[in-house]
Structure formats: structure tokens, C-alpha cells
């Protein structure tokens, strides 16, 4: 195998549809890594999950994020500062405030009597991987200055060390090395209107998603099913097959 890149950063998402957290070492079963995107915000009335890339409503979930502390659940943190565990019973109240709407939070497929199991509106992927040189290749086809990888949820970022353009796209259908874990590249990332809305720090950019469908057919990254239980940890080198 050949040497193409680092592993830049690893993102978890405990809540799905918000923002998740940064993480140095992360356990990653062939499901995914452990604690991501367990759980999601749905509407109490309907029992439908969170639609921030369908609906308007549910923009503003874009702005919470969400961590998993050591034990117990993962905690859901406001943009006022506060922060509620996710069996605390004020939390509903406060989400309900935040959306104007009845909001809930369900498990998908765990059991746990504690949640009600919610139905993914999506087939998810156990890992999202993008690469430096998409967000550089992005970022001269939109005639941006720079472009931040929150924007697309990646559970990491490679920082590769040769080769231009859309480059991933070329490992569909491979096996690439990331430190001890070895991963089966299944699927390019179809990208939705959720990559040019504003987040925290971040304005609305048009140009981001005009930019993938005009010049990637668009897609920008890749999906990735792990072989086999390893651990990853930011700055672990990367190896592909050609």
C-alpha cells in the first residue's frame, strides 16, 4: 500500500443532526465509531426525526452541538451556554423554547427503555471521510478564499500529501489503511443543501454547493465500512492500494 496522506481531525456526533465535537483517539467498530450518531432529535407531535437539510424549523439545530462525556448519556449544549444531559427532564422544555415547536430526543435501533427508537430518515454510513485536497479543489472551483470541513460532517479529514482535485472519488471500490484501521471505501458523498447554510462561525455560502454539483458531480468525500474493531487517533498515517 502507499503512504497518501494524515489523518487531520476526528469528529463524533452523539446527536445526529447537530454539532459534534472534536476527538483525539476514538474506538471504531465496523458499525462506526463508538457513540456516534446513537441518537437524534425528533418532532414530539409527529415522531419524525430532525430535517435540518428538508425543513426550515429545524435549521437552528445546526447551532446546538453535542458531547459524550467518560459515562452516562451525552450532553445537548445551547447557544446561550446552557447544557442539559439528555434524560434531564428540563431539557424538553428548554427545546421546545429553542424550536418553538415540541422536540424530543430518540435512540436509533440501541434499546434503552429510557428513549423511544426513532427511524432514520437516511441509510447511514459508518464512516465519512474527506480529504484536503476536495476542500482545495472546492475551494478554487467556487472562487472562495477558504472553506471549513464542519460544513460536511466528515468523521475525519486527511490531510494527503500528493495528487490534486477530487481524489478520493478515485478510492471507491478500495481498501485504504488509516493507522490500524482498515477501511472498504463503498460510496462518494452526495451533498445536500445542509453544506451551505450558516453554522456557528460560519456564514450562508451558495457557492459551496453550486461548486460540488457543477465540477463533482455533486459529491465531495466518501463513505467507508470498517473491516474490523480498531482504534483511531488523530495523526495516524494513511495508506490506499494504488
Known amino acids: 500500500m502507499r503512504k497518501i496522506g494524515r489523518v487531520r481531525d476526528i469528529r463524533r456526533y452523539p446527536v445526529s443532526s447537530v454539532g459534534g465535537e472534536a476527538m483525539r483517539t476514538v474506538e471504531v467498530l465496523p458499525g462506526g465509531i463508538v457513540d456516534d450518531r446513537r441518537f437524534a432529535l425528533f418532532e414530539a407531535s409527529t415522531g419524525l426525526a430532525a430535517a435540518p437539510e428538508r425543513e426550515m424549523r429545524w435549521r437552528r439545530a445546526v447551532f446546538l452541538s453535542a458531547s459524550q462525556p467518560p459515562d452516562g448519556l451525552p450532553v445537548?449544549?445551547?447557544?446561550?451556554?446552557?447544557?442539559?444531559?439528555?434524560?434531564?427532564?428540563?431539557?424538553?422544555?428548554?427545546?421546545?423554547s429553542y424550536f418553538g415547536f415540541a422536540v424530543a430526543l430518540g435512540i436509533y435501533g440501541d434499546a434503552d427503555v429510557r428513549f423511544p427508537v426513532v427511524s432514520n430518515r437516511y441509510q447511514?454510513?459508518?464512516?465519512?471521510?474527506?480529504?484536503?485536497?476536495?476542500l482545495e479543489a472546492l475551494q478554487n472551483v467556487a472562487g472562495l478564499s477558504s472553506i471549513d470541513p464542519r460544513r460536511f460532517r466528515?468523521?475525519?479529514?486527511?490531510?494527503?500529501?500528493?495528487?490534486?482535485?477530487?481524489?478520493?472519488?478515485?478510492?471507491?471500490?478500495?481498501r485504504i489503511r488509516i493507522g490500524d484501521l482498515q477501511v472498504d471505501v463503498t460510496d462518494a458523498t452526495?451533498?445536500?443543501?445542509?453544506?451551505?447554510?450558516?453554522q456557528p462561525g460560519l456564514d450562508e455560502e451558495p457557492?459551496?454547493?453550486?461548486?460540488?454539483?457543477?465540477?463533482?458531480?455533486?459529491?465531495?468525500?466518501?463513505?467507508?465500512?470498517?473491516?474490523?474493531?480498531a482504534t483511531m487517533t488523530a495523526g495516524d498515517d494513511v495508506y490506499a492500494e494504488t
Open 76 to 96: 445537548l449544549h445551547f447557544p446561550d451556554t446552557t447544557a442539559y444531559a439528555l434524560d434531564d427532564r428540563a431539557l424538553a422544555e428548554h427545546l421546545a
Open 124 to 134: 447511514p454510513a459508518p464512516l465519512h471521510l474527506v480529504t484536503s485536497a476536495s
Open 154 to 174: 466528515p468523521s475525519l479529514v486527511i490531510d494527503t500529501e500528493d495528487g490534486e482535485g477530487f481524489l478520493e472519488n478515485a478510492w471507491i471500490g478500495q
Open 190 to 198: 452526495r451533498r445536500c443543501g445542509m453544506t451551505l447554510v450558516a
Open 207 to 229: 457557492e459551496i454547493l453550486r461548486g460540488i454539483m457543477r465540477h463533482n458531480r455533486r459529491n465531495l468525500g466518501v463513505y467507508a465500512t470498517p473491516c474490523a474493531p
